[in-house]
């Protein structure tokens, strides 16, 4: 007797029922095999002094879009359910506790949690030893903040993948701004974190000052920690030798606190303050950010984003759900949300329907290009690895109507303009004078 005759013999008091042409047996009442899933690491910072104005808002642009992608609620070219059909879970993390602790959650989200894929990382140290971790894993990374040009420039990758532009653009256009305003600087001074992105930032602002104002002289450089929150050393360095310009980088809480503490003692009315990264702070400030603050937001997104029809789905969802505007940490989310979804759907096409591996969606997001409520973002630079976007840079002005800081006198710089070409580092492309620069206003 053959296998299929035994088991056949046997099926009505089993309660199978027998294919006649192939050796399986199914139960009458079994379930259709459940759709597939697409397992989501999310990382930001939760807790601490970032969480306010960075993490927590990322964290929820993260909800919003996977619940808009779940339900289908998105407009095209993001209206399929899910990721290709696939219903997206998310897992969230907390970026607090430093880099030697992110490495072990990223470690834990590919082999436990199982994940696709990790979209994360506010902070550049951070982003700077998980990177050749999921390289190691060979897992896809999608980083959807973290400034600091040196991820790509000192590095290359297969599996990892930054869907913002780096810091050196917001320093670029910074300078640029002060230039095509007509602002007379003839000296500055600084006020940067004493860690990667806040290096990064200075040393970009300062060759690009050498460039466009070579008799501008530098003063007081101060590089406080990270999260020092108290500033009343650094403030009374600032007042005692004050500059036309003081530029800082500073962000989350620590601008808050810097904001806060300088504005009484009349720092910001002795010296005009520049911030490559401001508007994130707008909301929890308020009134007390005084007004002429020359900002931008790494983007044409938040306050300075421009109206279409993407940007306003965006705003209208975002707005509903946490009855707040999005700002410059939610808009990255979701251009890093949307261009891995439209990469998942490409990889899965080419897979004939079937669920893409890691490195079938590194492939499809390589060079590939998409709209954003922010604009076009187009994976430029890194051998296809790191984005470049428009920015744009404007002015604060408490708007004592609507009780709301706006940003005026804006100027929009394309992302030709104040980023490098391929292969070039920023450095090195800002002292040659931004060779292959192009459209510049």
């Known amino acids: 007797m053959t296998l299929l005759q035994t088991l ?14 192939i050796a399986l047996c199914a139960a009458p009442h079994a379930r259709a095999q459940e759709p597939a899933t697409f397992k989501l690491g999310v990382v930001t910072f939760l807790s ?49 506790g430093g880099a030697t602790k992110q490495v072990q959650e990223l470690r834990t989200l590919y082999g436990r949690e199982g994940v696709d894929a990790v979209v994360g990382y506010v902070g550049s140290g951070d982003c700077l ?24 420039e000192d590095a290359r990758y297969s599996m990892v993948f930054r869907t913002a532009a780096h810091s050196a653009m917001d320093n670029v256009a910074l300078v640029r701004y002060l230039v095509g305003k007509g602002i007379k600087v003839d000296s500055y001074n600084l006020i940067n974190q004493d860690y990667a992105f806040g290096h990064d930032n200075k040393k970009d602002f300062m060759v690009s000052m050498e460039k466009l104002y070579p008799g501008a002289k530098p003063g007081v450089d101060l590089l406080p920690k990270l999260g020092a929150g108290q500033y009343g ?3 009374s360095a600032l007042m005692s030798r004050p500059a036309a310009v003081t530029h800082t980088s500073l962000w989350g809480g620590d601008l808050q606190a810097l904001i806060l503490q300088g504005g009484p003692r009349g720092l ?16 929890s400030l308020g009134e007390k950010m ?63 329907g079937r669920k893409p591996t890691p490195e079938q969606i590194a492939a499809a997001l390589r060079n ?38 706006d940003v005026v006198d804006v100027q929009v710089f394309p992302a030709e303009c104040v980023n490098p070409p391929p292969e070039a580092r920023s450095e090195d492309w800002i002292k040659a004078g931004y060779p292959g620069a192009k459209a510049c206003p």
């Open 8 to 21: 056949s013999s046997f099926a009505p008091r089993l309660g199978l029922v027998c294919s006649a042409t």
């Open 48 to 96: 601490g002094p970032a969480a306010e104005s960075n993490g927590v808002p990322s964290a929820n642009a993260a909800k919003a879009l996977v619940a808009a992608f779940n339900a289908a609620q998105a407009p095209a070219p993001y209206n399929k359910p899910g990721f290709g059909s696939m219903k997206v879970e998310a897992v969230f993390v907390d970026e607090a």
């Open 129 to 152: 030893a998980v990177a050749p971790v999921a390289e190691e894993l060979k897992r896809l990374l999608v980083m959807f903040d973290c400034g600091t040009p040196r991820i790509f």
């Open 233 to 235: 050393t650094e403030i």
């Open 268 to 283: 910001f009315k002795r010296t005009q303050l520049v911030m490559p990264l401001g508007d994130h702070v707008l909301p």
């Open 290 to 352: 005084p007004d002429g603050v020359i900002l931008g937001a790494r983007g044409r997104i938040g306050k300075l984003a421009a109206k279409s029809p993407l940007n306003d789905w965006w705003v209208q969802t975002y707005s509903r759900a946490y009855q707040s505007q999005p700002l410059q940490s939610e808009y990255r989310m979701a251009q890093a949300l949307m261009g891995l979804k439209l990469a998942v759907e490409k990889a899965m096409a080419a897979n004939g």
């Open 368 to 405: 590939a290009e998409w709209d954003s409520p922010g604009g076009r973002i187009r994976m430029a630079l890194g051998q296809g690895q790191q984005a470049i976007q428009d920015t744009a840079i404007g002015r604060t002005r408490y708007n004592k109507a609507t009780k709301v800081v």
